[in-house]
C-alpha cells in the first residue's frame, strides 16, 4: 500500500483563530497549535513553553477558566479533550483521545482506521509531570494523578492514583491508605 502523507502545518497560530479565547490567557513561547477552531480556551489560563495543542477537524478542545498546563506537554484531541477549570497539569504530560483500530493482521495498525474516545478532566484535578492519559478516560473532580501514571481507566472524584498502569492509592475523603 502507497499512502501519501502530508504536513499538518507548523503549529503558528493567532489569538483570532481559536472558536473561543478567554481574558488573561498566556501562551508562552514554542507552543504550537493546529486546528485552533476547534480550541476554547477559558480565562486566567497558562499554557507553558513547548506545549502542543493537537486541535483535529472534528472533536473539540476546552480548556476551562483557572487551568495550568505545564511546558512541553502534547495534547491530541482527535477524539475530543474537556479539561475543567482550575486543572494543574504538570509538564511533559500527555494527553491522547485516539487510537488505531486493530483490524486484524492483513493491515499495518499505522494504516487502520482512527477509534475516537473523549477524555474528560473535571475541575480541580491535578496532574504529576509525565503522566500520560489514554483515550476514553475521565478523571474526577478533586483527582489526583501521580508523577508517570499511565491512566487507562477512569478515575474516581477525589482519589489518588500512581503507577503504571494507574491505580488507586486512597481517597482524598479520607486519609485511610490502601498500599
Not at 489569538?15 to 477559558?42: A, C, L, Y
Not at 482506521?113 to 475521565?138: C, Q
Request: hydrophobic share 40%.
Amino acid at each position: 500500500m502507497n499512502h501519501i502523507r502530508k504536513t499538518h502545518g507548523d503549529g503558528t497560530f493567532s489569538s483570532d483563530q481559536f472558536r473561543k479565547i478567554g481574558k488573561n490567557v498566556i501562551i508562552e513561547n514554542g507552543v504550537m497549535v493546529f486546528h485552533p477552531e476547534t480550541i476554547e480556551i477559558g480565562n486566567n489560563v497558562y499554557i507553558g513553553h513547548q506545549t502542543i495543542l493537537k486541535g483535529y477537524f472534528k472533536g473539540e478542545f476546552i480548556i476551562g477558566d483557572g487551568t495550568w498546563i505545564g511546558q512541553q506537554c502534547f495534547f491530541h484531541s482527535a477524539g475530543s479533550i474537556h479539561i475543567g477549570q482550575n486543572v494543574g497539569i504538570g509538564p511533559g504530560v500527555k494527553i491522547i483521545s485516539s487510537f488505531h483500530d486493530e483490524e486484524g493482521i492483513d493491515i499495518p495498525i499505522l494504516h487502520s482506521r482512527l477509534k475516537f474516545k473523549k477524555v474528560i478532566i473535571e475541575e480541580d484535578v491535578d496532574i504529576g509531570v509525565g503522566a500520560v492519559i489514554l483515550p476514553g478516560v475521565t478523571i474526577g473532580k478533586g483527582a489526583i494523578v501521580g508523577a508517570g501514571a499511565v491512566v487507562a481507566s477512569d478515575v474516581a472524584s477525589f482519589d489518588v492514583v500512581a503507577g503504571v498502569p494507574a491505580r488507586k492509592l486512597r481517597s482524598r475523603l479520607s486519609k485511610e491508605k490502601l498500599i
